[in-house]
């Protein structure tokens, strides 16, 4: 076996403007959300929803991702800690002997980003009459595609990877000072959520609206959370008390997700989830 270990050395700032640097992980962050307005201007227009109510559903998605993640890490990963410096949840600044320090963001979570986006989609669809269900079947199509950008910026950042491992693929983390081949589980996931991606997207178009609403997004919940729960028996712990847990944290919080799947496609196979997609009313509710 040829071994084509990759020495990934690749600096995570692309150039820097004075004190403020331009990172790769902010970068393709954006990358994700402009991607994910593509997609889903073209998803909204197939069901000729107007574009405003996309417009709008994008500023809710996108506090909630923000909101979501930075609580999800505080509370299911480092609750400890954030718990007696709560400013610090919020805020990316630290309290030193010198003052207050600005320390950006340190940890972001996706499960919370996950439970942000349900949350705020609640809220945006008791304000129209866009059904709940509808929404997020074509949401989490973008939200694939999303992941994989995001996941590059971990790899970029040399962050969340995986175990040391011997087979010919194997990452070198120069910059978190690891000399061991180790998973690139950012790839991965990566490859993972572009796949999935793709099925639903050309599940959905195939279907062109013949399918039960929820059956998208509990293939989503499946497919995506199933993977997540796989790939982090590969993947380093990310916090020390990770280590004596059979299960961890990522894990964990997957699991309910999976079930949540299967519960959703056994209804969705049943028939449809919730009421469904009225343009007349829609077109009354946007006057």
């Not at 909204?44 to 559903?57: E, I, N, R, S």
Request: with cysteine; glycine share 8%.
């Amino acid at each position: 076996m040829v071994n084509l270990f990759v020495k990934w050395d690749i600096s995570p700032v692309i150039f820097k403007l004075g004190s403020i640097e331009v990172r790769w992980y902010g970068v393709l962050f954006a990358c994700a959300f402009i991607i994910s307005y593509i997609l889903l201007k073209r998803l909204f227009a197939k069901d000729k929803v107007p574009v405003q109510y996309l417009d709008k559903l994008t500023l809710y998605v996108f506090i909630a991702v923000l909101v979501g993640a930075r609580l999800g890490h505080c509370l299911f990963y480092d609750f400890s800690y954030y718990s007696h410096h709560i400013t610090e949840m919020f805020l990316p600044i630290k309290q030193t002997a010198e003052g207050w320090k600005f320390i950006g963001y340190q940890g972001l979570a996706s499960h919370g980003g996950a439970i942000g986006i349900l949350i705020a989609v609640w809220l945006y669809q008791r304000n129209t009459r866009l059904p709940y269900m509808w929404i997020l079947d074509r949401l989490v199509i973008a939200i694939c595609f999303a992941g994989l950008a995001i996941r590059t910026g971990n790899l970029f950042n040399s962050e969340i990877y995986g175990v040391p491992t011997t087979m010919p693929w194997g990452f070198i983390f120069v910059r978190d000072y690891n000399d061991v081949p180790c998973h690139p589980t950012q790839l991965y996931e990566g490859l993972s959520y572009l796949i999935i991606g793709l099925v639903l997207y050309f599940l959905l178009i195939r279907k062109n609206g013949k399918i039960n609403q929820g059956f998208i997004f509990s293939l989503f919940l499946i497919l995506v959370f199933g993977m997540r729960f796989l790939i982090e028996f590969i993947k380093n712990d990310q916090e020390a008390w990770e280590k004596d847990m059979l299960l961890d944290m990522g894990q964990i919080l997957s699991v309910p997700f999976v079930l949540a799947g299967f519960v959703l496609l056994y209804f969705s196979l049943k028939g449809n989830i919730g009421r469904k997609l009225d343009l007349k009313k829609l077109k009354n509710n946007g006057k």
